[in-house]
């Protein structure tokens, strides 16, 4: 009588040598991990500074402005008048209260202060950010 011999199953040294390869690579996703979540933040970051850019050119572009209940109104030297405020989750630009522009997304919360020399802008993102800006007037 022969004996049939089946080699094909998994055997222990196979479940060790898994687990070993499991527990070796378990690090290194951990780091993939942390690392793709500040990139993430980066990626916020970014777009806030991309905001206050657009911010700064849009005040000095223009010969006025006013701040009325966390709402940014300015006269641009063409005559327009511009509108930035806080809509739900987004920062808005509104031009001759046509149409709008999104400036920023996932937003908490917006503030103006005004200061002696321009004002400051403070944002709060809904993954709890925080940044301020002082954006400087030259024309007062």
């Known amino acids: 009588m022969a004996f049939l011999k089946n080699e094909t199953g998994f055997t222990l040294i196979n479940t060790l040598?898994?687990?070993?390869?499991?527990?070796?690579?378990?690090?290194?996703l951990i780091v993939?991990?942390?690392?793709s979540q500040e990139l993430l933040n980066l990626e916020e970051e970014l777009s806030v500074q991309h905001f206050f850019y657009f911010l700064q050119d849009d005040v000095k572009r223009?010969?006025?402005?006013?701040?009325?209940?966390?709402?940014?109104?300015?006269?641009?030297d063409t005559g327009k008048q511009?509108?930035?405020?806080?809509?739900?989750?987004?920062?808005r630009r509104t031009v001759d209260q046509k149409g709008y522009e999104i400036y920023l997304r996932n937003v908490q919360s917006f503030?103006?202060?005004?200061?002696?020399?321009?004002?400051?802008?403070?944002?709060?993102?809904t993954t709890g950010g925080q940044?301020?800006?002082?954006i400087i007037f030259y024309n007062k």
């Open 32 to 35: 993939l991990l942390q690392k």
């Open 62 to 76: 223009s010969i006025d402005y006013q701040i009325i209940r966390d709402e940014l109104y300015m006269t641009l």
């Open 111 to 125: 503030h103006l202060y005004n200061l002696k020399y321009g004002f400051l802008v403070s944002i709060e993102m």
């Open 17 to 28: 040598l898994s687990f070993v390869l499991i527990t070796c690579s378990l690090p290194f």
């Open 131 to 134: 940044y301020e800006k002082e």
């Open 82 to 91: 511009v509108q930035i405020g806080r809509n739900g989750h987004v920062i």
